[in-house]
């Protein structure tokens, strides 16, 4: 199936920050993240994210400048995420396991116009005296922002996304993606399977690829804590008492899940899922047999195997 972008958007509405803004004007008082420290509903993370895009306007970040983000996922991380698109620019996440010379060579390579980070992860970063570095957890001026009314040139071909690829080829190279090419894999994936207010998307693995694809639509984020996700038992407790509806497993974890606990169990606790999708890796034959024996009769399974050099997908 070939998509164009042209087929979901008007010439005033254009980036991934448009289309979640028109969704919180929509759905103000649904829930739009769910993390183990906070909860925000679609108003306020459409707020927070505003006053944070003044902020690093501020201190100087424009079209196509990269904005770090090197924290664990969490609402904040949201939060800093949207924030960074709506001043102009790209996030690109700094993994956690990158060992401290490897982060040393991402930062002299992209040179962010800005890092956020916590207090508890800063010690590890050594930035450019020109990279203007937010601990989001203790500074509060970027709450105190007014929001400017202010139009940006900003367009589907600007960058939006830097992520850096794992290095199993050569040395990591960043991936410099723009709103189109994120905009075109989301609505790609909406003709087989849609978000819509109400439905709970459990994000963690490629959690900076599928965050925001549930909240230009309306879905909840529930972000699965780090200590969680790898443990297939708790991993399973956490989608059941949760009521989630749409999960991203790669195939080894889906595996080590399957194999955690008797079939009687995993009906159980997978009874509210809706739709899984599978990514990173290959699918066996006998692992989507194994899964289609325990997902709810209507649900959906999905093998989006991708890679993180590009936001292309096949089904």
């Not at 001043?87 to 396991?97: D, K, N, T, Y």
Request: aromatic fraction near 8%.
């Amino acid at each position: 199936m070939l998509f164009k972008l042209g087929d979901c958007m008007g010439s005033d509405q254009n980036c991934l920050h448009h289309f979640f803004k028109a969704q919180a004007k929509k759905t103000p008082t649904k829930l739009a993240v769910v993390s183990r420290e906070d909860k925000k509903d679609y108003s306020e993370l459409d707020l927070e994210s505003d006053a944070l895009s003044v902020y690093l306007r501020q201190h100087g970040v424009l079209p196509d400048d990269r904005v770090g983000i090197f924290m664990e996922p969490c609402a904040a991380y949201i939060v800093a995420c949207i924030g960074a698109l709506k001043a102009g620019g790209a996030f690109m996440p700094l993994a956690l396991e990158s060992p401290d010379n490897l982060l040393k060579n991402i930062l002299e390579m992209s040179k962010p116009k800005a890092i956020i980070t916590t207090e508890h992860h800063f010690q590890r970063l050594s930035p450019s005296p020109s990279t203007h570095v937010l601990l989001i957890d203790k500074d509060r001026t970027w709450r105190e922002m007014g929001v400017e009314p202010q139009r940006l040139a900003v367009t589907h071909h600007n960058l939006a996304f830097v992520p850096y690829t794992s290095g199993t080829t050569g040395d990591p190279k960043g991936v410099m993606q723009t709103h189109e090419a994120m905009l075109s894999s989301y609505f790609g994936r909406y003709a087989f399977s849609s978000c819509q207010a109400g439905d709970r998307v459990a994000c963690n693995i490629f959690f900076a690829w599928e965050f925001l694809r549930p909240l230009l639509k309306g879905g909840t984020v529930y972000v699965i804590p780090d200590d969680v996700v790898f443990l297939p038992r708790t991993l399973l407790k956490y989608i059941s008492e949760n009521e989630i509806t749409e999960v991203l497993f790669t195939p080894s974890l889906l595996q080590g899940i399957l194999h955690s606990t008797d079939a009687d169990v995993l009906r159980a606790d997978f009874k509210s899922l809706q739709v899984v999708w599978l990514n990173g890796e290959v699918v066996s034959g006998s692992l989507k047999e194994q899964a289609l024996a325990v997902l709810p009769a209507a649900a959906c399974l999905f093998n989006t195997y991708s890679i993180c050099e590009a936001h292309d997908v096949c089904t």
